[in-house]
């Protein structure tokens, strides 16, 4: 699933509770494409809908290792209840993302996932509470920062502006050297990347009520884990360095 900033620029048409809940839901092309780029193994799609991102994410299992487990995660009972009747094969979740912390722990026993998926909603659509570290207006920030601490790996759909890089209807990829994205990267020392490289631009007339430009992104979260780790360590070491013997004479 995905949502749109509550903007006249969107194009946005329909319903207006889904328009407030920024409940758009993903082209089927799309979340093929979107699928490719994500890790097989035990996956956990954020934000689902309906399922259409978990059940291509499923079908490659046929060409590739198959996803061994499946999560779904949608707060809407209505769409979960749909959700279980197109993808049966994954467990589904009705909660609220941003109450990660409680049904990570006591539904999912606080393990870790290979991956994570999300078309989550974009920009500022209402929530109960945000990621670990981030705390701006972007909802699909919160849902990166939250992804990282449960997953090794992931691949989202978000916003070209939230982007750190411009790769969809451009010439050629270009890196940002500013912008909401970069700053991001920044507060969480996570980094994006373009995958195999889509141009979602193909598929911007396949979404129902709006048009949105964006971008496939993926993050690799166990390395930037890794690297906070070892930073922590070290930070903390350097207040315990041990006194070599001419200083303990010197004090005396």
């Avoid at 997953?151 to 890089?165: E, K, L, V, Y």
């Avoid at 020392?189 to 971008?215: A, N, Q």
């Avoid at 166990?222 to 004090?251: D, G, M």
Wanted: with cysteine; aromatic share 10%; glycine share 10%.
């Amino acid at each position: 699933m995905m949502s749109a900033p509550l903007s006249s620029t969107t194009g946005t048409r329909g319903d207006p509770q889904q328009r407030h809940a920024g409940a758009f839901f993903t082209p089927d092309g799309l979340a093929g494409d979107c699928a490719i780029d994500a890790v097989a193994g035990r996956v956990i799609d954020l934000c689902a809908g309906i399922g259409v991102l978990a059940s291509n994410v499923i079908a490659l299992g046929s060409s590739r290792p198959a996803v061994r487990e499946m999560v779904c995660v949608e707060i809407n009972p209505r769409y979960a209840e749909i959700g279980r009747k197109l993808v049966p094969e994954a467990r589904w979740i009705v909660a609220d993302v941003m109450d990660w912390r409680n049904w990570w722990k006591a539904d999912l026993g606080g393990a870790t996932f290979n991956s994570a998926i999300s078309n989550p909603p974009f920009g500022k659509v209402p929530r109960s509470g945000r990621g670990p570290r981030y705390h701006g207006p972007e909802f699909e920030f919160h849902v990166i920062d939250i992804a990282s601490q449960i997953a090794d790996r992931g691949t989202f759909i978000i916003p070209q502006m939230s982007s750190s890089f411009v790769y969809s209807g451009a010439q050629f990829y270009d890196r940002r050297k500013e912008g909401r994205g970069v700053d991001f990267e920044r507060l969480t020392g996570l980094h994006m990347e373009c995958g195999i490289g889509v141009d979602t631009t193909f598929y911007r007339d396949s979404w129902k009520d709006v048009s949105p430009l964006c971008e496939i992104v993926t993050i690799e979260f166990a390395p930037a884990r890794e690297r906070k780790s070892v930073a922590a360590e070290l930070t903390a070491s350097s207040f315990h360095i041990p006194a070599r013997p001419a200083e303990q004479l010197a004090l005396l």
